[in-house]
C-alpha cells in the first residue's frame, strides 16, 4: 500500500501464504487475467508419489469479495511427472485465460513439456 504521507513508508499486505503441501510453495512472477484473478506456479510439492519432493503446480487466486476482504482459492493442478514437473518461468495469460506455460524437467521424454490450460 502506498504511504498516507510523503516521506512514510510502503505497507506490505499478505495475499495468500503457502502451506508447502497440495499447494507447495511459490516459484515464478505471478500473471493477472481481465478479471483480476491471480495465476502462478509452484515448483515443489504438490504430488509426491511420483516426484520425490513434488511435481509442482499450477493456481489460480481469486480476488477479495470486499475490499480488503482475503484472497481465495480458485483452483490448484498439480503436475504428475508424466504430464510434466517443476514448472519454471512466466505464465502466459491471455485475453480468453487460456495459460501456457514450461515445465523444467518430467513428460514423456523427461526433459519437460509445454502446458496449455484452458478455462
Known sequence: ??????????????????????????????????????YGTSAANGDTVDCPGGCGAVFKLLPPLTPG?????????????????????????????TIYGVTGSGGQYGFGTIFQIQP
Do not use: C, H, K
Open 69 to 97: 476482504g482475503p484472497w481465495r482459492a480458485g483452483w490448484n493442478l498439480q503436475f504428475n511427472n508424466q504430464n510434466g514437473s517443476g514448472p519454471i518461468g512466466n505464465l502466459v495469460v491471455t485475453a480468453n485465460t
Open 1 to 38: 500500500m502506498p504511504p498516507s504521507a510523503p516521506g512514510q513508508l510502503w505497507g506490505e499486505t499478505v495475499l495468500w501464504g503457502f502451506a508447502g503441501t497440495a499447494d507447495g510453495g511459490i516459484y515464478a512472477p505471478v500473471a493477472f487475467d481481465r478479471s483480476g484473478n491471480l
